[in-house]
């Protein structure tokens, strides 16, 4: 019997949406491994005689407990009503927007779930650009001093131990010094943190919005670096500060000194007054309790303009790609709004990614982020290759879950990281093994979303939390560890070179007898991949079921040919911490027509 309280459907967000200007993404819930066969049964409400079809919703993906049925269908007139029939072999069941039936409704126009009209203006659409990138984030003060000249006069001598406090003079030009480095990387797009006037060396308690650092350089040396990047075809994300500011902002100074007499009062957000702070509490709203850091009031107009002129300043100015936004959940959702038109005119593909940590559905409804920081597939891969309190059962249910949260153009652009300014490095956190750290980054860089590199980590850094995580970049090559920088870039390098890394097709390949053992497959039209990690200290032997056995499957790396055998599985014998990548053409006959080609 169908278990119906598994069962859950509503139209918008990440269940009933536009994919594109003509297609509509449906998906259903069902409990795991209950229903054999869905199918959606739709059409026009106007005229359903004369529009409508039956479509096999396919099995998507699977969670601990759930199933996600999705079918992509493009109605005849912008207009779809449906329903679902579940079916498991003895019973149909037919489920509506009122409820669940034993009988189809013999009325189309009352009762179904309904997407009443696919309007373009509607669609979600973040630049396609991003797809196709590979980011590399960069931590100004720390990432190259290119002009000691205009160093801190604090500033240490390169690579000593950093403190939350302490200098080294990382600057613009050390950057432009270093693009060879990106370049041979494979990177096509650079994520920096906040680069304008501020007191501190991660720079996230602004002085002024409308220029840049002079400890990094100035607005001149900025435009240098960005044109720089643009012709090596490389992007350029700044860090946005708008939650909150520095208390050495001009407004802020002027409430200090005048307290609610200062035309600023209101550009804050005072709980009580004189501003002070009482018990470790700012009598002031701030970001967490920093006194430094006190909130903006992003719904004061005058606030709201200030930003809004920020925001498109540096587009125009420099030729911005985009802003990455801090705190971006602690902001008021109209703010954002009126943020996200003002970037779109001045630049169409400009790419908004808000710092959001959990679910961030209410930001990314077409009307605000493009996408968001992806933490929890950052936890989901830690947990298994870095903490390893997780198996490749329920890495996969993981995965099938952070999928379904998100309607799949937002999944594409979703902005996947390791590691960042935030957190442990990646390397600590894998406890010094390069094995591990190298077979997380091959699944980051083998899955759909736009992923991200921490400076310092394709040549072997490590670093407990902050400030540990921002030591100086090495670059003494005798330091480098240049093997898994040629690792990095041959993974960057594959994924730029076969869209099927970068698409949606995705299948987990079960190995039961093989818990640390993680086996997926990736497709699209042209060619499929099969991947297999080792993710344990001791080697194995195994059998992996494809699901094409005669599609002409080859190494990846080496172009070996790789035959399956009898039981239409390719086998591997993988060391401690191994990994194998076998690509084939999407059907046996175009693989023929591969090798025949490559015989000429």
Same mark, same amino acid.
């Given at each position: 019997?169908?278990?119906?309280?598994?069962?859950?459907?509503?139209?918008?967000?990440?269940?009933?949406?536009?994919?594109?200007?003509?297609?509509?993404?449906?998906?259903?819930?069902?409990?795991?491994?209950?229903?054999?066969?869905?199918?959606?049964?739709? &059409?026009?409400?106007?005229?359903?005689?004369?529009?409508?079809?039956?479509?096999?919703?396919?099995?998507?993906?699977?969670?601990?407990?759930?199933?996600?049925?999705?079918?992509? $269908?493009?109605?005849?007139?912008?207009?779809?009503?449906?329903?679902?029939?579940?079916?498991?072999?003895?019973?149909?069941?037919?489920?509506?927007?009122?409820?669940?039936?034993?009988?189809?409704?013999?009325?189309?126009?009352?009762?179904?779930?309904?997407?009443?009209?696919?309007?373009?203006?509607?669609?979600?659409?973040?630049?396609?650009?991003?797809?196709?990138?590979?980011?590399?984030?960069?931590?100004?003060?720390?990432?190259?001093? &290119?002009?000691?000249?205009?160093?801190?006069?604090? /500033?240490?001598?390169?690579?000593?131990?950093?403190?939350? @406090?302490?200098?080294?003079?990382?600057?613009? *030009?050390?950057?432009?010094?270093?693009?060879?480095?990106?370049?041979?990387?494979?990177?096509?797009?650079?994520?920096?943190?906040?680069?304008?006037?501020?007191?501190?060396?991660?720079?996230?308690?602004?002085?002024?919005?409308?220029?840049?650092?002079?400890?990094?350089?100035?607005?001149?040396?900025?435009?240098?670096?960005?044109?720089?990047?643009?012709?090596?075809?490389?992007?350029?994300?700044?860090?946005?500060?708008?939650?909150?500011?520095?208390?050495?902002?001009?407004?802020?100074?002027?409430?200090?000194?005048?307290?609610?007499?200062?035309?600023?009062?209101?550009?804050?957000?005072?709980?009580?007054?004189?501003?002070?702070? $009482?018990?470790?509490?700012? @009598?002031?709203?701030?970001?967490?309790?920093?006194?430094?850091?006190?909130?903006?009031? @992003?719904?004061?107009?005058?606030?709201?303009?200030?930003?809004?002129?920020?925001?498109?300043?540096?587009?125009?100015?420099?030729?911005?790609?985009?802003?990455?936004?801090?705190?971006?959940?602690?902001?008021?959702?109209?703010?954002?709004?009126?943020?996200?038109?003002?970037?779109? *005119?001045?630049?169409?593909?400009?790419?908004?990614?808000?710092?959001?940590?959990?679910?961030?559905?209410?930001?990314?409804?077409?009307? *605000?982020?493009?996408?968001?920081?992806?933490?929890?597939?950052? #936890?989901?891969?830690? #947990?298994?290759?870095?903490?390893?309190?997780?198996?490749?059962?329920?890495?996969?249910?993981?995965?099938?879950?952070?999928?379904?949260?998100?309607?799949?153009?937002?999944?594409?652009?979703?902005?996947?990281?390791?590691?960042?300014?935030?957190?442990?490095?990646?390397?600590?956190?894998?406890?010094?093994?390069?094995?591990?750290?190298?077979?997380? @980054?091959?699944?980051?860089?083998?899955?759909? &979303?736009?992923?991200?590199?921490?400076?310092?980590?394709?040549?072997?850094?490590?670093?407990?939390?902050?400030?540990?995580?921002?030591?100086?970049?090495?670059?003494?090559?005798?330091?480098?560890?240049?093997?898994?920088?040629?690792?990095?870039?041959?993974?960057?390098?594959?994924?730029? /070179?076969?869209?099927?890394?970068?698409?949606?097709?995705?299948?987990?390949?079960?190995?039961?007898?093989?818990?640390?053992?993680?086996?997926?497959?990736?497709?699209?039209?042209?060619?499929?991949?099969?991947?297999?990690? #080792?993710?344990?200290?001791?080697?194995?032997?195994?059998?992996?079921?494809?699901?094409?056995?005669?599609?002409?499957?080859?190494?990846? #790396?080496?172009?070996? /040919?790789?035959?399956?055998?009898?039981?239409?599985?390719?086998?591997?014998?993988?060391?401690?911490?191994?990994?194998?990548?076998?690509?084939?053409?999407?059907?046996?006959?175009?693989?023929?027509?591969?090798?025949?080609?490559?015989?000429?």
């Amino acid at each position: 019997m169908i278990q119906l309280e598994a069962v859950y459907h509503r139209m918008g967000q990440n269940w009933s949406y536009a994919y594109d200007d003509d297609t509509l993404h449906i998906r259903l819930r069902t409990k795991r491994a209950d229903v054999p066969r869905v199918d959606l049964i739709c &059409g026009d409400k106007y005229d359903w005689s004369r529009a409508n079809e039956e479509v096999a919703m396919e099995r998507w993906c699977s969670d601990a407990l759930f199933d996600y049925w999705q079918a992509a $269908v493009r109605p005849k007139y912008r207009r779809l009503v449906y329903y679902f029939a579940l079916r498991d072999g003895q019973e149909t069941v037919y489920y509506l927007e009122k409820g669940f039936f034993e009988q189809p409704p013999t009325v189309m126009y009352e009762g179904l779930f309904d997407f009443p009209y696919l309007n373009p203006q509607d669609v979600h659409k973040p630049p396609a650009w991003v797809k196709e990138a590979v980011f590399y984030q960069i931590f100004p003060e720390r990432f190259a001093n &290119g002009d000691p000249s205009i160093s801190p006069a604090n /500033a240490l001598p390169w690579g000593g131990v950093p403190t939350p @406090t302490n200098f080294f003079g990382g600057d613009l *030009q050390g950057v432009i010094d270093h693009l060879d480095h990106l370049s041979e990387l494979g990177v096509n797009a650079v994520y920096f943190n906040p680069l304008f006037a501020a007191t501190t060396n991660h720079k996230y308690d602004t002085t002024d919005y409308m220029r840049v650092d002079p400890q990094f350089g100035t607005n001149e040396k900025l435009k240098e670096l960005v044109e720089a990047c643009h012709a090596r075809g490389i992007r350029v994300l700044l860090d946005g500060v708008f939650n909150h500011c520095g208390r050495s902002f001009a407004p802020f100074q002027d409430v200090l000194e005048k307290g609610q007499e200062s035309r600023y009062a209101d550009w804050f957000r005072v709980r009580q007054w004189p501003l002070g702070v $009482v018990d470790g509490v700012p @009598t002031y709203e701030t970001f967490s309790f920093e006194p430094i850091m006190p909130k903006l009031n @992003t719904g004061n107009p005058e606030v709201k303009d200030y930003l809004l002129n920020v925001g498109r300043y540096w587009i125009e100015e420099v030729g911005l790609d985009g802003w990455r936004l801090d705190v971006a959940n602690e902001v008021d959702h109209e703010f954002w709004r009126e943020f996200r038109r003002v970037v779109k *005119q001045a630049n169409p593909s400009a790419y908004i990614l808000g710092e959001i940590m959990h679910d961030a559905m209410p930001w990314l409804q077409g009307d *605000q982020f493009d996408a968001v920081m992806n933490y929890p597939f950052t #936890n989901i891969l830690l #947990n298994f290759f870095a903490h390893r309190t997780t198996d490749a059962t329920r890495f996969a249910h993981a995965i099938g879950a952070q999928l379904a949260s998100y309607p799949q153009q937002i999944s594409e652009v979703a902005f996947n990281l390791l590691g960042s300014h935030d957190t442990v490095r990646l390397l600590t956190l894998c406890e010094g093994d390069k094995r591990r750290l190298m077979l997380a @980054t091959l699944f980051q860089m083998t899955f759909q &979303g736009t992923p991200c590199v921490y400076y310092g980590d394709e040549i072997g850094m490590d670093g407990a939390h902050d400030p540990l995580n921002r030591q100086c970049m090495e670059w003494d090559p005798a330091k480098q560890d240049r093997p898994l920088f040629d690792f990095f870039r041959s993974l960057i390098a594959l994924r730029k /070179a076969h869209p099927a890394l970068r698409g949606s097709g995705l299948a987990f390949v079960p190995i039961e007898s093989q818990p640390q053992v993680l086996a997926y497959e990736r497709w699209d039209a042209n060619e499929r991949f099969l991947i297999v990690v #080792n993710n344990q200290e001791r080697p194995v032997s195994i059998d992996v079921p494809v699901a094409q056995a005669d599609a002409g499957w080859r190494d990846a #790396n080496t172009g070996a /040919a790789v035959s399956a055998g009898a039981a239409g599985a390719l086998h591997a014998e993988l060391p401690a911490y191994g990994y194998a990548i076998w690509r084939a053409p999407a059907s046996a006959r175009a693989a023929l027509a591969a090798e025949a080609s490559a015989a000429e």
